[in-house]
């Protein structure tokens, strides 16, 4: 007996995206250290949006954005408790070298 399963991504589709794009997404690693914030801070910086004649695409390789790295790192910063404003302010610094404090935690 043969079964078929349909794999449904989790938010609701963007109209820009291929089927099965949702599929593609970059895991998120198991707990989030300094290492995948130093490579998530990076990835939101490089792969910056851009605006072209066509729309808004990535800076680092064209596609449209938020392509994959910038969306994984976005949720790796924000898994590390940082705001959609200071993401935001981290991309429009520019330095992909910039270093995101620990974050807070009472009582420890």
């Known amino acids: 007996m043969s079964r078929t399963t349909t794999v449904r991504p ?3 589709a963007r109209v ?3 089927p099965g794009e949702s599929l593609r ?3 998120l ?3 989030v250290t300094g290492e995948d914030v130093h490579f998530a801070v990076r990835a939101v ?7 072209w004649s066509g729309g808004t ?6 596609s449209p954005h938020p392509c994959r790295l910038h969306r994984w790192g976005r ?11 200071e993401i935001d302010a981290l991309v429009e610094r520019g330095d ?3 270093v995101v404090p620990a974050p807070h935690r009472p009582g420890a």
Do not use: S
């Not at 910086?45 to 605006?51: E, G, I, L, M, N």
């Not at 695409?57 to 064209?62: E, K, L, M, S, Y």
């Not at 898994?79 to 959609?84: D, M, N, P, S, T």
């Open 16 to 18: 820009d995206d291929e």
């Open 75 to 85: 949720r790796v910063l924000a898994l590390r408790g940082l705001r959609a404003a």
């Open 96 to 98: 992909p070298t910039a």
């Open 10 to 12: 989790a938010g609701p």
């Open 57 to 62: 695409i990535c800076r680092n390789d064209a």
């Open 29 to 31: 690693p198991p707990y």
């Open 25 to 27: 997404e970059i895991p």
């Open 45 to 51: 910086v490089v792969h910056a949006p851009r605006r």
